[in-house]
């Protein structure tokens, strides 16, 4: 079995940075995708970053581009999400989520994840 827990939301003003972070434990895959997913209040599940097996390939949401960055660690089985420049619009509670391979092919969909973090809330003030 697989646990995810993730840290470091809060409230934080616009235009401020918060940085998320995700440890994995259990029995994971040989090899696994990372991604950070957020779900604001009434709205769905929307993909926010990805992150491939190596660290080396990553991807985004167009809204957060230039503004947030997805990293891993997989010596600390940690994933991180630094988030800078926030916005009200980002204030949602945020998941993260492994999928078994390495290709970040499809990665955009929550349906493809296999394994879910509790979330964590993230709060932006304007």
């Known amino acids: 079995q697989v646990q995810l827990v993730e840290s470091g939301g809060g409230l934080v003003q616009a235009g401020g940075s918060l940085r998320l972070s995700c440890v994995v434990s259990?029995?994971?895959?040989?090899?696994?995708?990372r991604a950070w997913f957020r779900q604001a209040p009434g709205k769905e599940r929307e993909f926010v970053a990805a992150?491939?097996?190596?660290?080396?390939?990553?991807i985004y949401h167009e809204s957060v581009k230039g503004r947030f960055t997805i990293s891993r660690d997989n010596a600390k089985r940690t994933m991180y999400l630094q988030m800078n420049s926030l916005k009200s619009d980002d204030t949602a509670v945020y998941y993260c989520a492994v999928r078994y391979g390495m290709s970040l092919v499809m990665s955009e969909y929550w349906e493809r994840f296999d394994y879910w973090g509790q979330g964590t809330q993230v709060t932006v003030s304007s």
């Open positions: 992150v491939d097996w190596s660290g080396g390939s990553t």
């Open positions: 259990g029995r994971t895959p040989s090899s696994y995708v």
